[in-house]
């Protein structure tokens, strides 16, 4: 299914990103791999099977010196999916929150999704083949405590990919939008607070979540099927989309007297 692809994944330099480039290189994928950190995205492409990976490092916060850089190796090398997953989170409340957070976290985890997908989709719908996927969240369609920007940045992706899924229907270019429940990564450690700072350490949700492996397995075999959707996690953080659907004032309360971190 994946041999010969070419497959751009953002936020390969770690969690689900790398998790994804291992097993997509494994069933003989050609990776184009971004993130900031290019040391990292070079040892993966260095461990990985198979020849060609290509290291693109790309700051998805500043979209006008990434956009040329990517457009510089794609039209060189077109791909053939697309996986938006690089992605930064929050644990801040509104209150105290830095517009400029919002701002940040509304680059990395919609804005990017949009330009990177507009880069790519003149290519997959000339072929009539391909996909776009985007590793949105559970709190792209839970909205719960101290996410209030990442949550807005996830909700606005999914109703990208949403759109994108009706207008390109029946012309071959598969989208699948992807909604992780907590997953063992470095994405609360990096976290924004109120004034942009990393957070600098996880939390219990993040460190009793799937593995990245577990995670990456699971969309691989989504994007194999051609699905839509996928939910993926163990636990209340994938229950709760599924329970808001046919009770959503219990979830409501629910996330209203949790308390997150
Ligand atoms: N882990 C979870 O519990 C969980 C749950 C739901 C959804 N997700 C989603 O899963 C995706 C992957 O996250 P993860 O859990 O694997 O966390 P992670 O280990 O922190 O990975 C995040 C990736 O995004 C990249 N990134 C962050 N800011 C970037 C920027 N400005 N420009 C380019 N790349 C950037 C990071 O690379 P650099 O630092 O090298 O740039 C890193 O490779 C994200 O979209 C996240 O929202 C995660």
């Known amino acids: 299914m994946f041999k010969g692809k070419r497959i751009w994944i953002t936020g390969a330099s770690s969690g689900i990103g790398q998790a994804l480039a291992e097993q997509l290189a494994a069933q003989g994928a050609l990776l184009v791999l971004s993130a900031r950190r290019r040391a990292q ?51 801040s409340r509104v209150q105290d929150t830095d517009l400029a957070v919002y701002r940040r976290l509304m680059e990395v985890d919609y804005f990017a999704v949009v330009a990177l997908t507009q880069l790519v989709l003149p290519t997959l719908l000339a072929k009539g083949q391909g996909q776009v996927v985007t590793v949105a969240s559970v709190a792209g369609k839970v909205g719960s405590k101290l996410r209030s920007g990442y949550s807005g940045a996830k909700f606005a992706a999914v109703g990208f990919m949403d759109c994108l899924r009706a207008e390109v229907a029946g012309q071959g270019v598969g989208c699948l939008t992807v909604f992780p429940g907590y997953v063992q990564t470095d994405i609360a450690k990096a976290a924004l607070t109120a004034t942009g700072q990393a957070q600098d350490h996880s939390d219990p949700g993040v460190d009793g979540g799937i593995s990245p492996g577990q995670c990456a397995q699971a969309i691989v075999q989504a994007m194999a099927k051609g699905k839509d959707e996928l939910i993926v996690g163990r636990g209340i953080s994938v229950l709760a989309p599924r329970l808001q659907r046919f009770f959503p004032g219990l979830v409501r309360k629910m996330v209203a007297r949790s308390q997150y971190t």
Not at 53 to 65: M, S
Not at 66 to 77: F, G, I, Q
Request: glycine content about 6%; overall charge negative; proline content about 8%.
């Open 41 to 91: 995205l070079q040892q993966l492409a260095e461990s990985l099977p198979g020849q060609g990976h290509q290291v693109l490092p790309l700051d998805l916060a500043d979209l006008d010196d990434a956009l040329p850089k990517a457009r510089a190796v794609l039209a060189d090398h077109p791909v053939d999916i697309l996986i938006n997953n690089a992605g930064i989170s929050q644990r």
